[in-house]
């Protein structure tokens, strides 16, 4: 039955009640709160059922047919709730507002939260990244784009031009898990995110109005920014339904402060994840990340999506490296130090959200007592930024929260002794009774001569003297025992004096988790006071974590420390690809890179497999890692600050959106050639590779004439068409360059160095000897490569007329053999005999050919 099929005359009150919540929450799935249990109804009971493989029952609501129906328990709501998550659902959390036992009639129930991918507080999320819930807000001749990441309170907002390119690059290039967008927005674009990027997408057109959360917009000017941010607001608010205070101000994001590059160019690199298996593991971030705490692991991933272009910044990063490396003691305290620290701008969520407990206090608690060496020592180094030292908070930390108190907020042994002077009398009461009580059992034993008596305690009965069945007649009238229970083997009595002591107890008992409750949030609030102080600790804490972490990685693989040019010049010795590095099991061989000011296009050449993708790659990273204010894997270094980069790398297919693979090249071809400026670095691996040979080289060929004459970006151009090479005569700043393989006895050696001059022989065939393809197909392979070599037209562009193969061609070239032969010759001066002889030779040879 679906709920628009029900009549509400005949429903029961429960069903009315969540008829009208669910209303309020369409698009979720509502975890309804009953007793034990969250139940779903209706479609979501049919949803869910097939999604957690749960039975679907029913429930009487007073109509005819029974409601769909399923439930989780609720303790063990969790693992329930992330597989919806996961899988894109919102799943809004209904609960019991009052308390059953209390309650004349219907309990009340409400939704305390709605729970989304991009929204999530609780430790679902990944701790080393973000989790941007983020707005796009559609004025029709330019994108309003704000994203907040709720567990860091961290908010941003830009304004980009009306063009969808550009937004998916803003969108897709952060790690942006949701968004809500208006009603102006293009359908297209949206199936877009849904289909292809996974991503969750709400229809929202409300805003916030209030006045709490002013303050993250209040200072900027842009109306089209803050009503971005304030459309956000509003359904995080409605979402989240806490306290948010630890929202930070906006940041603008510039996007002139940063190198930019597109998704496929963080995908082509493998910048933070494998193109293979979608993997930390073996990327730039994976290499990179020797960080000691989540903060400063998130920092450095965002670093790498998005270096910097100011030099100041670029070239303070680098002074700090170079003094960390000369300070190695003092590196390695530091370190130490940052063992103990947590994820302060977490904790600092939970803390104004309100989700922790009493170990979130204790994490905190270690997190601040690093601080003061961490200060010291930054203070030493002369670090320019420094943290402050929270000594109350600690202290107050220190005294009130107990080391092993339990993850539960609501059972006491939360406080330590010695803060609470009511609370250490509750608990000595407690304590004594409890004792009191022991002292009965023994006063009991001899009063009666009963030896087995004992006292015990139940939740049922609370405290009972138990009797074994043989001792019963033993009990006097005068013992004023009371029979409670009758079990199998024994019996249990009361006394009043038992009962009397239990009321002692338990009350205290019940005060003691009351007062440890309140003394909690008594702490928390006084914690929450200091959020802002902690977010601000938390920056350069994360900063710090990461340069360290850079320093680590640069002295552990003997990274140098680049030099930025204000001129267009690269100039690279001995420069390696980190990773391929650290990864391969061979001795890497490091290349040079050099472009001169005349020079902006490299034309690679080279067999397959010789490492042209490698070298053309290991370009981009080195400025990257640069340019985030690494040190880099060379021998020396100058390079100018870059403002973009470009890539088409590998050839794989865009599976996902079924594009073909030339359709993604040529897209990707013409971001890069609308989008470069002579700032930027342009990487094209193979282009044209995916369409018919002329095609490809006529693009190819057109598309490197423009950026030469036109972009005069720097260049990395790899190409399989050997034709292309001779383009070096005509365009003044190209340069051709090789990997060189060495062949010996039909087998190719890859040296993986890069020479000056264009490569003049394809190795193609024998890697495909190495991959044992069949003998004869090897041998047909050469013949053919033989008679295009013969015909010549390697070194002419666009002479090739025929692609395949035929005795047309053959014969052509004999009969140029015949006539050139005939050219040579001059009958004047040859005798009969001669001409004879020379006319007997050229019809055999005519002959033999024709045969
Ligand atoms: P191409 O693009 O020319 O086909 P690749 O760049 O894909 O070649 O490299 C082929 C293989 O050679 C890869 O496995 C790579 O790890 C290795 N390789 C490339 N360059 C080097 C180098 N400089 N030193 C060591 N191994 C390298
Ligand atoms: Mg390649």
Not at 409 to 419: A, D, F, T
Not at 420 to 435: A, G, P
Not at 563 to 585: C, D, M, N, W
Not at 750 to 765: E, P, Q, R, T
Request: proline fraction near 2%.
């Amino acid at each position: 039955m679906k709920r628009s099929e029900v009549d509400r005359t005949k429903i029961s009150p429960m069903m009315k009640q969540y008829l009208e919540i669910k209303e309020k929450y369409e698009d979720t799935i509502i975890f309804f709160r009953l007793g034990d249990f969250y139940e779903m109804f209706f479609e979501d009971a049919m949803t869910a059922s097939h999604e957690l493989e749960l039975t679907l029952t029913g429930k009487n609501c007073g109509l005819e047919e029974r409601v769909p129906m399923c439930g989780i328990p609720y303790h063990a709501y969790k693992s329930y709730l992330d597989k919806l998550i996961e899988k894109g659902y919102k799943v809004a959390i209904c609960e019991q507002m009052t308390d059953p036992k209390l309650t004349k009639g219907m309990v009340e129930r409400d939704v305390i939260q709605v729970v989304t991918k991009g929204t999530r507080l609780d430790d679902a999320i990944d701790s080393r990244d973000f989790n941007y819930v983020g707005s796009i807000y559609d004025f029709e001749y330019c994108y309003g784009i704000s994203y907040i990441d709720v567990s860091t309170g961290y908010v941003y907002g830009l304004v980009i031009d009306h063009e969808e390119e550009k937004l998916t690059k803003e969108i897709i290039n952060r790690n942006i898990k949701e968004i809500i967008v208006n009603d102006k927005i293009d359908r297209n674009i949206v199936n877009q995110f849904r289909e292809q990027y996974n991503l969750l997408v709400t229809f929202r057109e409300t805003f916030y109005e209030g006045e709490d959360y002013q303050y993250i917009y209040q200072e900027i000017k842009d109306v089209r920014l803050s009503t971005t941010v304030k459309f956000l607001l509003q359904y995080l608010l409605d979402t989240k339904k806490g306290d948010l205070s630890h929202l930070q101000k906006l940041e603008l994001v510039d996007e002139n402060e940063h190198l930019l590059f597109d998704v496929h160019t963080k995908k082509n690199l493998e910048l933070v994840e494998t193109i293979r298996n979608h993997d930390r593991q073996y990327s730039l971030l994976w290499l990179l990340d020797k960080t000691k705490t989540a903060m400063g692991s998130r920092y450095l991933k965002a670093n790498i999506e998005s270096p910097l272009t100011e030099k100041k910044e670029i070239l303070r990063r680098y002074d700090i490296i170079e003094k960390l490396l000369t300070e190695f003691i003092k590196k390695e305290e530091l370190k130490e130090e940052f063992n103990k620290v947590y994820d302060l701008e977490r904790l600092s969520s939970r803390i104004s959200y309100g989700n922790l407990n009493a170990r979130d206090l204790l994490q905190l608690k270690n997190s601040l007592s690093a601080l003061p060496t961490i200060h010291a020592i930054l203070e030493e180094i002369g670090y320019d930024k420094n943290v402050e030292v929270l000594e109350e908070l600690y202290q107050l930390l220190e005294k009130s929260i107990n080391e092993d108190a339990p993850v539960t907020v609501r059972e006491g042994s939360l406080i330590k002794p010695g803060y609470h002077s009511e609370l250490d009398e509750l608990k000595n009461i407690r304590k004594n009774s409890k004792d009191f009580i022991l002292q009965i059992e023994n006063d009991e034993k001899e009063r009666t001569g009963i030896k087995n008596l004992k006292v015990g305690f139940n939740k049922v009965f609370g405290y009972y003297i138990e009797v074994s069945k043989g001792s019963i007649p033993l009990i006097k009238e005068e013992f004023g025992y009371d029979r409670k229970q009758t079990l199998a083997n024994c019996e249990r009595f009361i006394t009043p004096l038992l009962k009397e002591k239990e009321d002692i107890i338990l009350g205290a008992e019940e005060k003691i988790i009351e007062l440890e409750y309140q003394l909690f949030m008594q702490i928390r609030g006084i914690a929450k006071g200091y959020i802002g102080r902690l977010q601000q600790i938390s920056k350069v804490l994360a900063e710090v974590d990461m340069m360290l972490s850079l320093a680590t990685v640069a002295e552990e693989n003997n990274y140098i420390r680049p030099t930025l040019t204000e001129e267009r010049v690269i100039q690279i010795k001995e420069g390696r690809h980190p990773v391929v590095e650290k990864v391969s099991k061979k001795d890497y061989v490091p290349n040079d890179i050099s472009m001169g000011k005349d020079t902006n296009i490299l034309l690679i050449t080279g067999p397959n497999m010789a490492g042209k993708s490698t070298y053309m790659r290991q370009l981009a990273i080195i400025i990257i890692m640069a340019q985030i204010g690494s040190f880099v894997p060379c021998k020396s270094c100058v390079i100018p600050i870059f403002d973009k980069i470009f890539t088409r790398i590998g050839a794989s297919d865009d599976l996902v959106s079924g594009e073909s693979t030339f359709m993604v090249e040529m897209k990707e071809a013409n971001i890069a050639v609308s989008e470069a400026t002579e700032h930027s670095l342009i990487l094209f691996d193979e282009l044209g590779r995916g369409t018919a040979t002329y095609d490809g080289m006529s693009l190819a060929q057109a598309i490197l004439e423009y950026i030469h004459d036109k972009i005069k970006a720097k260049t990395l151009f790899s190409t399989h068409y050997h034709e292309l090479t001779s383009l070096a005569s005509d365009l003044s700043n190209l340069r051709n360059v090789h990997v060189s393989a060495m062949e010996e006895q039909g087998k190719i050696t890859f040296l993986h160095k890069v020479k000056n001059g264009a490569v003049d022989k394809s190795y193609g065939i024998h890697v495909a000897s190495l991959a044992k393809l069949p003998t004869s197909l090897i041998e047909r392979a050469n013949e053919i490569l033989s008679v295009y070599e013969q015909k010549g037209t390697k070194q002419q562009t666009f002479t090739q007329t025929s692609l395949f193969l035929d005795f047309d061609s053959k014969e052509t070239s004999s009969e140029n053999e015949i006539v050139q032969k005939i050219n040579e010759i001059n009958p004047l001066e040859m005798t009969p005999i001669e001409a004879l002889n020379f006319l007997y030779e050229i019809t055999k040879e005519i002959k033999n050919e024709k045969k």
